[in-house]
């Protein structure tokens, strides 16, 4: 080891005090709290800075090697913070040793070295090709994207059984049950139909829709979240499930005061969001 390796490894800090660390448990903690996350339910994932992570951890030991079963050539060199298979959202904060891993994505492309936790022999989570290909998908259109995030939360899961599964549709219903949604989340929301969770396909299919926007439907599965921290893309999420929790509390219930797409149209213009006009009636 040279005179700079062996400075490094002497200052090199522990990480479970990291800040991204900490924001992450908080988030996995508040996901699980809210009803989103029930036993191994969701997933998340975050792009970490590798020169952040180098004052926690020697990037050039490796723990282990785990196949990912795909190619993620523009992922080459990317550390990731992720949630293992298996795991419960309720132990992460306790437990994160175990229940979280940070891999990089090898040379190959195709394979994730572990360089931290996972600490019983367990993996990253089963729908890293979703978590990994909307990260490509992400990255190709924002630069500063480092969020991945998917959960079950009841009332948009609730939602999809009772309410067409059309992106335009689903969007303006819920751009119409809280006048925050259109300025949160201006593009939309893509929906995706009933698929096999943990595929490469699933993950394709994701991917493909997360060029146009940060949340995806899982038809009655669930949603995906993607956003630039971990508190936008909770945001994203918690607004999203909000909406539709209204909608489901004043389904079947006649309709007296609606926003109008009007109204809509006004909330985009006045705060300057670049709103998909297609999914407004005017
Ligand atoms: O990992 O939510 O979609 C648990 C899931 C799978
Ligand atoms: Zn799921």
């Keep these: 080891m040279g005179f700079k390796e062996s400075m490094k490894s002497l200052t090199r800090k522990n990480i479970l005090t990291a800040p991204f660390m ?32 180098e004052e926690y951890l020697d990037l050039n030991h490796v723990e282990r090697t785990i196949p990912t079963g795909f190619k993620a050539d523009a992922l080459i060199g990317k550390c990731f913070l992720i949630t293992g298979t298996g795991k419960y959202f309720k132990n992460v904060e306790k437990d994160p040793e175990n229940n979280l ?14 360089l931290w936790g996972y600490s019983d022999g367990g993996k990253f989570t089963s729908e890293l090709p979703a978590h990994l290909m909307s990260h490509m998908a992400r990255l190709s259109v924002d630069p500063d994207n480092r969020v991945v995030m998917h959960c079950h939360p009841t009332y948009t899961l609730a939602m999809n059984f009772v309410h067409e599964l ?11 049950m809280c006048t925050e949604c259109i300025v949160v989340f201006p593009e939309g929301v893509g929906v995706l139909p009933w698929m096999l969770c943990g595929t490469n396909s699933i993950g394709e299919a ?34 999203v499930e909000k909406a539709a929790q209204i909608y489901i509390l004043t389904m079947g219930k006649p309709r007296i005061n609606t926003i ?14 670049n709103c998909r006009k297609d999914f407004l009636n005017l």
């Design 22 to 53: 900490k924001e992450f448990c908080a988030t996995a903690s508040n996901m699980y709290r809210l009803g989103w996350d029930e036993r191994n339910g969701g997933n998340i994932s975050l792009l970490l800075d590798n020169t952040e992570l």
């Design 166 to 176: 059309d992106e335009k549709k689903f969007t303006h219903t819920l751009w119409e």
């Design 206 to 239: 994701t991917a493909a829709k997360m060029k146009e926007f940060r949340l995806v439907v899982w038809g009655m599965h669930g949603i995906y979240g993607a956003g630039k921290t971990l508190d936008e893309t909770f945001g994203l999420i918690e607004t």
């Design 101 to 114: 891993g940070v891999i990089r994505i090898a040379q190959d492309g195709e394979t994730a070295e572990l």
């Design 260 to 273: 109008k797409d009007e109204e809509l149209a006004q909330l985009a213009e006045f705060f300057k969001v």
